[in-house]
């Protein structure tokens, strides 16, 4: 059972290294996508604020882990 559960945490852990970087993504995707479908944002725009929105979420990661490795 501690192999599989090992196996699964790995595997999970191949896709999402920062937990709090990929919950932001999927935030900041559904934001967008429920803009562009129910608030008629025309999808240029949404691709913009997905752009801007992904690179400020990068940096802010960035930001952490630089931190975190000054301490």
Known sequence: MNAIR???REFFGMFVDDGNLALLALVLVAAVAI??????????????LLLVGCLAILL???R????AVKR
Request: glycine letters at 8%.
């Open 60 to 62: 802010l990661s960035v």
């Open 6 to 8: 090992l196996v699964a």
């Open 64 to 67: 952490r882990a630089a931190r």
């Open 35 to 48: 803009a562009v479908k129910l608030l008629s944002l025309p999808p240029l725009l949404g691709g913009v």
